[in-house]
């Protein structure tokens, strides 16, 4: 089976960790050795700002983990670019799939990724070069972006123009029907999370590395507003004794300092960066919890990451979180998303820890092969139905 990839996010040079989830499930996907697949991940840039250079890093060609990757650049114009984006989109994905035709490339499936705007420019193509389309709604795309009427308009006309769909939460899926897409449609395949990558390792000697002492948080996420590492940082104000990693870069680091300095847990909150993804397992082994306070999430791999080294969890009630998080192995979801509700759990989870043993045999449960049988399977009867 020969695939295309297509999304705008996907890790690259400039950005190792942008779009690893997608990255993840194709790499598990071709490990069976029933599909190969190109990856077409356009890269946006903004010349009204002069901000081209900001992506200079990213190449126009390369290849991670034998995969070959091309980052055609799209035009995105700020204001009204929400609107535009999916045309632009589509105007530098069709010279570049034009392109790879022309030289021979032939494909039996867009494997396209984010409903908005990805996915609308994906079923444009589709109907182009005559392919058939399998969208991926995996989190904003279906609880933000339908808010505008616009995204809205098109992404209800990408999802009736596709020849299947899949969430990666069943919370996602009942948010899709509800813009009227007809359930029988949707496919929920959950994320999986590598449990080799992700181990339990010494604990110990992973403490000692980092220079912790006393009980510690981790949370694990870029450092913008829906994440919600304010609400982390301000529930640590009611944990003496705690202290808390953030592993993360984005535009509220400044916001975040100047908050722990005001609540007084600057001593006690340490701003990692941005970390490896092929290093985070050493900060969950070193932690006591992992907490994800986010607004939205579709399936949030950070939960299955810290289950797999046996570090629980504490999480924000919004959907896809509850299905990460099923039983008391898994660790915990916060009564409402406030820090006292945050800091509720953390105590009744740190008071009755589960053994960190039964926490990774849980996430054992999400492994990859069964997200790989689940994507043949369906990609196998959109080919027999074309």
Request: charged share 20%; glycine share 10%.
């Amino acid at each position: 089976m020969r695939l295309l990839t297509f999304t705008t996010l996907y890790p690259n040079g400039g950005a190792p960790n942008l779009g690893i989830f997608v990255e993840n499930r194709l790499r598990h996907l071709l490990a069976t050795g029933a599909a190969t697949s190109r990856v077409l991940a356009p890269v946006a840039y903004y010349p009204l700002l002069g901000a081209k250079l900001r992506h200079a890093a990213v190449p126009a060609a390369e290849q991670r983990f034998g995969v070959d990757i091309l980052h055609p650049r799209y035009m995105s114009i700020p204001r009204v670019g929400m609107s535009l984006s999916p045309y632009l989109l589509y105007l530098a994905a069709a010279r570049a799939l034009g392109g790879l035709l022309r030289a021979g490339h032939r494909f039996d499936l867009i494997d396209a990724h984010y409903l908005y705007p990805d996915g609308v420019a994906a079923t444009w193509l589709g109907r182009r070069f005559g392919l058939p389309v399998v969208l991926t709604a995996r989190g904003s795309d279906v609880t933000l972006w339908p808010d505008y009427a616009i995204p809205r308009r098109l992404i209800r006309g990408a999802c009736a123009r596709a020849d299947a769909i899949i969430t990666v939460s069943a919370g996602l899926r009942d948010v899709l029907s509800r813009l009227g897409v007809p359930p029988a449609r949707i496919t929920v395949l959950r994320n999986g999370v590598d449990l080799a990558a992700f181990a339990p390792a010494d604990r110990a000697a992973a403490r000692k590395a980092l220079g912790l002492e006393g009980p510690t948080l981790l949370s694990v996420g870029g450092l913008i507003a829906r994440k919600g590492h304010d609400l982390t940082i301000a529930a640590l104000a009611e944990l003496p004794g705690w202290r808390l990693l953030i592993a993360g870069e984005g535009p509220a680091r400044a916001s975040l300092l100047a908050q722990a300095a005001r609540l007084g847990v600057g001593d006690r909150v340490r701003l990692l960066g941005s970390w490896p993804h092929a290093e985070l397992a050493t900060l969950y082994n070193a932690a006591d919890i992992s907490v994800l306070s986010s607004a939205r999430e579709g399936f949030a791999n950070v939960l299955l990451e810290s289950m797999a080294c046996g570090t629980p969890v504490v999480a924000s009630p919004i959907p896809g979180n509850d299905e990460a998080v099923q039983t008391r192995a898994a660790g915990l979801i916060a009564a409402a998303r406030t820090p006292s509700a945050i800091a509720d759990a953390v105590r009744a989870l740190h008071r009755n820890p589960p053994d960190r043993d039964a926490t990774r045999a849980y996430a054992a449960g999400f492994g990859w092969d069964a997200v790989s049988r689940g994507q043949l399977d369906l990609f196998n009867r959109v080919l027999a139905a074309r």
